[in-house]
């Protein structure tokens, strides 16, 4: 879906017309913004006009659009895979994007490894949206009470800690600050040879330090 366009004739009713056929919508669905607007001689000394306008979907009406189109097929997905999950949009209009946060029991098998099951699913969705709507706001998904950039940090930081000591045989500190946060890190080091753990501090303050082990 083409997002805005400039648009120039005679006639603004004539403009307005042609840009509904074009972005697809009705005349309240858009925003008009004059580029240029005057007059001339012409031929015979027929005045002409010249009406240049730029022609854009209102952003609710793009969002809304996108956004029920995403849920309709998230929610079939999650139907025939017999997954319990549930759906809860916010339009973000200054940003132009549309966030859907997912909640319920079923959601652990998205944000495992780092939540690349949820990535390749947000991938999935965009992908559908765009084919039967064109391309046009990023569509977001991310799980109710959870922070994926975070738990992506903490991925990362691990594997180049688990590394670290591989190579130097120095122990490495990784701060959590949750049960949940201890778990991803525990499961990434699980089935590392050499590589042994302890745990020291409590709540936020608690660190596992990795070190190495000789087998």
């Known amino acids: 879906m083409i997002l805005e366009k400039e ?16 972005l697809g919508c009705v005349p309240e669905d858009l925003e008009l913004e004059i580029l240029e607007f005057s007059t001339s001689s012409g ?23 996108r956004a ?3 849920v309709t097929f998230l929610k079939e997905l999650f139907y025939y895979a017999d997954l319990n999950i549930e759906t809860k949009t916010n339009l973000l ?4 994007q549309i966030e859907i946060l ?4 079923d959601v652990k098998y ?8 949820l990535s390749a699913l947000e991938f999935l ?13 990023k569509i977001v998904l991310k799980p109710e009470g959870i922070n994926i950039e975070r738990e992506k940090k903490l991925v990362n930081a691990v594997k180049k800690a688990i590394q670290k000591v591989k190579s130097t045989k120095e122990s490495q500190v990784i701060k959590v600050g ?26 936020k303050q608690k660190r596992i330090i990795l070190t190495f082990e000789k087998i």
């Open 7 to 22: 648009f120039e004739g005679k006639s603004l009713d004539q403009l307005v017309e042609v840009a509904c056929q074009e």
């Open 68 to 70: 029920n189109r995403a």
């Open 110 to 117: 998205f944000i495992q490894n780092g939540a690349e099951p």
């Open 102 to 105: 997912l909640s319920g029991e």
């Open 125 to 137: 969705t965009n992908k559908i949206v765009a084919k039967a709507l064109g391309v046009g706001p």
């Open 178 to 203: 949750s049960q949940r946060e201890q778990k991803i890190v525990l499961n990434l080091i699980k089935n590392e040879n050499n590589i042994g753990y302890t745990i020291e501090g409590e709540g």
């Open 43 to 65: 031929l015979l000394g027929i005045p002409g006009k010249k009406i240049r306008i730029k022609a854009r979907i209102k952003p609710d009406k793009l969002l809304s659009e």
């Open 93 to 96: 209009r200054d940003q132009l």
